[in-house]
């Protein structure tokens, strides 16, 4: 069983800065992980993802350039630093690994 737990959403103001987490924990296999949104009213979307030894990473067109994942194999913990947040930005933010998902954080972007 894996469980993940994301941390670090909250409100900030257009072009602001936050930088969340998500925290692994259980019997699993390093592999690759991501992060999704979703937004109210849309569908759950990819926003970036990372492989297993955190190399290469992958990011979805609207967040490139703004926005970078990590990982910390010590730690089994990924991040997403997000900088330059836009009102589009606004979702609540979700971990996955394999079929596994966090509960999710909510990331609000005030204009």
Request: some cysteine; aromatic content about 10%; hydrophobic content about 35%.
């Amino acid at each position: 069983q894996v469980q993940l737990v994301e941390s670090g959403g909250g409100l900030v103001q257009a072009g602001g800065s936050l930088r969340l987490s998500c925290a692994a924990s259980g019997t699993f296999t390093p592999d690759s992980m991501a992060w999704f949104r979703q937004a109210p009213g849309k569908e759950r979307e990819f926003v970036a993802g990372i492989n297993s030894n955190g190399a290469m990473t992958t990011y979805a067109g609207s967040v490139k350039g703004r926005f970078t994942i990590s990982r910390d194999l010590v730690k089994n913990t990924m991040y997403l630093q997000m900088n330059g947040l836009k009102p589009d930005d606004t979702a609540v933010y979700y971990c996955n690994l394999d079929d596994y998902w966090g509960q999710g954080t909510q990331v609000t972007v005030s204009s």
